[in-house]
T-cell receptor, first 108, second 113 residues
Framework: DAKTTQPTSMDCAEGRAANLPCNHSTISGNEYVYWYRQIHSQGPQYIIHGLKNNETNEMASLIITEDRKSSTLILPHATLRDTAVYYC?????????FGAGTTVTVRA | DAGITQSPRHKVTETGTPVTLRCHQTENHRYMYWYRQDPGHGLRLIHYSYGVKDTDKGEVSDGYSVSRSKTEDFLLTLESATSSQTSVYFCAITWDLSYNEQFFGPGTRLTVL
């Protein structure tokens, strides 16, 4: 599986957009980019995934660069409930490989 | 939320005792997974199942065994618990291996004294 690099932590103001970057420079052509989040002590929650086109759902938007070496998860209007660890994962086979993720703290 | 439950939710046991954790799903998903989560390591795959009686090892399978006798249940057994197995255990399910949109259970916090 391709490795990913994410910032350790970031803060965001409530109501503002949160932009979470992820580098995956060794990604292969058939590997998807997945985003999960984990709110304190709960199981991880799927957010969104994409291959090369930008994707949007009710939770977030995913922007993947044209060369696919990086992506950005956008939470359009962050709320306090979005405080969590966010994981960027490149799926290569049957399993998810979770790294350390980005700890996002949304402040009032 | 996906219908996935884990039991027990919390357990304290002593070194050397056998422990079985249960994952139960009501979604009829084919694939089931057991992960453990420890500080500084993220989630790591222990075992997974791709059908009834079909299981395989993950990256940290030593000291663990699994069984899946029916679609809805995936059991994780620690044959002789050790303190290094103190962790939070998560079960996950998915219907399609090619996508990996996994749904996770609430977790079991296991403490081995």
């Amino acid at each position: 599986d391709a490795k990913t690099t994410q910032p350790t932590s970031m803060d965001c103001a409530e109501g503002r957009a949160a932009n979470l970057p992820c580098n995956h420079s060794t990604i292969s052509g058939n590997e998807y980019v997945y985003w999960y989040r984990q709110i304190h002590s709960q199981g991880p929650q799927y957010i969104i995934h994409g291959l090369k086109n930008n994707e949007t759902n009710e939770m977030a938007s995913l922007i993947i660069t044209e060369d696919r070496k990086s992506s950005t998860l956008i939470l359009p209007h962050a709320t306090l409930r979005d405080t969590a660890v966010y994981y960027c994962i490149v799926k290569g086979d049957y399993k998810l490989s979770f790294g350390a993720g980005t700890t996002v703290t949304v402040r009032a | 939320d996906a219908g996935i439950t884990q039991s027990p939710r919390h357990k304290v046991t002593e070194t050397g005792t056998p422990v079985t954790l249960r994952c139960h799903q009501t979604e009829n998903h084919r694939y089931m997974y057991w992960y453990r989560q420890d500080p500084g390591h993220g989630l790591r795959l222990i075992h997974y199942s791709y059908g009834v009686k079909d299981t395989d090892k993950g990256e940290v399978s030593d000291g663990y065994s699994v069984s899946r006798s029916k679609t809805e249940d995936f059991l994780l057994t620690l044959e002789s618990a050790t303190s290094s197995q103190t962790s939070v255990y998560f079960c996950a399910i998915t219907w399609d291996l090619s996508y990996n949109e996994q749904f996770f259970g609430p977790g079991t916090r296991l403490t081995v004294l």
